[in-house]
């Protein structure tokens, strides 16, 4: 499957539940794999997962039914945060593998008829990226202005208040120019300066190394901190907030260190790029001004195509309100951006871990894991899925000494490890390592998860892993849900209910978001069979933690 070179197309003037479905692009409604290399399949022994072994397991993955697989950072990368630092955008690093790997990833994966899309990390480089130590070591030289350098204040402070996401200032001495650089993440993760235009060609030709390899679309991480204010003016303080404050910078309103306003002409240039090859493209959005920006990043048919925010992947509980609130503001009309949804990714803590009691048995964490997949599957937008969700894979607490994970190490024990959702996928159930590796991991693996590998629910017709097959071909076989409008008709205090609509088709979405049973709305037919159910969901019957869909 070679991407094609997209002819020019005129933008529509219909909303997207009244266009012919074979005129609607590949990625609109698709549900995207994320895999996670260094934990998902080591071929060579050495504990790490690697492409090779991502390849080996393509089978698998394409018959869950997904349509495409987004490869977190696999790039040259001293791994100071596991390839988001990186330090050659065009090459693989040695851990996963080689070009030639990577090339038969991309092959096999179109012979599956699986996309591939892969991470752009444009708002920073690794320190040790070349462009860098010219940048430290010459001022004057070719990549001098290339990140954002700046004199200390009068009395040797740094240019401004900012704060690291990981902790402390954004702004860390360099003696060798006598100069500030900024970072907002690690210190090992230097601001690149996204307002200059040799900058902005460079990251684009890295783009166009990878369409020419046969990549189908770059997911755009942390793209809100490409560009920050010329003036380097302070961010002010939040206000007061009953919520709990575990780094410096939640204490700010970051007003001036992203979100700026000519990250959209850049993105044009992108998404022009982009369209050359018939790609796709994801922004990853997080702050508190994310909504906004991710409309903005998605107005119109010369930005990105999607983008994805935080409102789930951090919620402290799922809630009919929640899902309410976060697709509502998303409408149909042309020219709106179209959204992206995920439950869980490799920044956040497991969702059945984080919206479920610790105590919960195991028939009602099982209830739960369906009933989340079928809301996620049935939801207006694109779908991510975290590798292990369809297994049902919690949150695993990693002792301090067994941490990677630099933020967790850094504010420890105050920020919850991002470590214990990158623990390796379990393939076997009796295997060593669960079929992982044939050494030990770099990560543990959850004390639980023997027991819910892939070759155990292979077996078990009534698994999480075969009911997320059949949920994804229900959804592949509807047009309502794959691309229709979303109209809520009841948000209670536990159910949910709203309509999805695409042509003559429409679908009712019914669940029981709590742990007890709850009554049938009323005007919902209660005697019609479900088209799909889970929870014993369906005829008037709404058990706890579940849900169906009517027609």
């Known amino acids: 499957m070679q991407s094609e070179r997209m002819t020019e197309q005129k933008p529509s003037s219909l909303p997207i539940s009244q266009r012919d479905p074979a005129s609607l692009p590949w990625w609109l409604g698709a549900v995207i794999y994320q895999i996670y290399p260094r934990s998902f399949a080591d071929s060579n022994g050495d504990g790490i997962g690697d492409l090779p072994g991502i390849t080996a397991h393509l089978d698998y993955v394409a018959s869950l039914g997904v349509d495409a697989i987004w490869l977190s950072p696999f790039f040259t990368s001293p ?17 996963f593998g080689t070009q030639a790997d990577f090339d038969a990833l991309v092959a096999k994966a179109h012979a599956l008829g699986l996309r591939i899309i892969v991470d752009q990390v444009y708002a920073h480089t690794s320190d040790q990226h070349p462009w860098f130590v010219s940048s430290r070591n010459d001022p004057d030289g070719p990549h001098g202005d290339w990140y954002l350098w700046h004199d200390p204040k009068p009395e040797g402070s740094p240019p401004s208040n900012w704060q690291s996401v990981f902790g402390g200032p954004a702004w860390t001495w360099d003696g060798r120019r006598r100069q500030y650089y900024c970072h907002n993440f690690l210190k090992e993760q230097p601001q690149l300066a996204g307002h200059n235009p040799a900058v902005q060609q460079a990251l684009l030709d890295a783009a166009r190394f990878w369409l020419e390899r046969g990549v189908d ?19 002010p303080p939040q206000p007061p907030s009953d919520q709990p404050r575990t780094r410096p910078f939640d204490y700010q309103r970051r007003l001036h260190n992203q979100g700026h306003r000519d990250i959209p002409k850049f993105i044009e240039r992108i998404s022009a790029l982009v369209a050359d090859y018939g790609a796709f493209t994801v922004a990853e959005i997080g702050g508190e001004d994310s909504l906004r920006e991710m409309k903005l990043y998605t107005k119109g048919e010369t930005r990105l195509n999607t983008s994805y925010g935080f409102d789930f992947l951090y919620a402290p509980a799922l809630t009919p309100a929640a899902i309410a609130a976060a697709i509502g503001q998303w409408s149909d009309r042309p020219g709106t951006g179209w959204p992206s949804w995920a439950f869980e990714n490799h920044d956040a803590p497991r969702a059945i871990s984080r919206w479920l009691p610790q105590e919960t048995d195991e028939a009602t964490r099982i209830c739960f894991a369906a009933m989340k997949m079928l809301l996620l599957l049935c939801l207006r937008g694109n ?30 024990p105050l920020t919850l490890s991002r470590d214990g959702a990158r623990t390796p996928m379990p393939w076997q159930g009796k295997a060593m390592y669960g079929g992982f590796s044939s050494f030990k991991p770099w990560l543990p693996l959850g004390p639980d998860h023997a027991a819910i590998a892939v070759d155990v629910q292979e077996k078990d017709f009534g698994s999480l892993l075969h009911l997320t097959r059949a949920l994804l071909a229900f959804r592949k076989a509807h047009p309502a849900i794959r691309w229709g409008t979303s109209r809520f008709r009841h948000v209670g205090e536990s159910v949910l209910l709203f309509e999805r609509r695409f042509g003559e088709e429409r679908l009712q979405c019914l669940f029981n978001m709590g742990p007890e049973d709850a009554v049938w ?19 008037g019957k709404l058990p706890g933690y579940s849900g169906c869909v009517l027609a």
Not at 84 to 92: A, E, F, L, T, W
């Open 383 to 412: 779908i991510f899925l975290y590798q292990g969700e369809e297994l049902g894979l919690t949150q695993v607490e990693i002792a301090f000494e067994d941490l990677q994970d630099p933020e967790a190490i850094a504010n420890w």
């Open 79 to 95: 791994m100071r945060d596991f390839g988001y630092d990186v330090s050659d955008y065009c090459d693989v690093d040695p851990i």
């Open 217 to 235: 679309g770059f997911r755009l991480d942390a793209l809100n901190f490409l560009m920050q204010d010329k003036g380097l003016r302070d961010n």
């Open 521 to 539: 709305p009323k005007g919902v037919p209660a005697l019609v069979e479900p088209l799909v159910s889970v929870g014993g969901a369906g005829q």
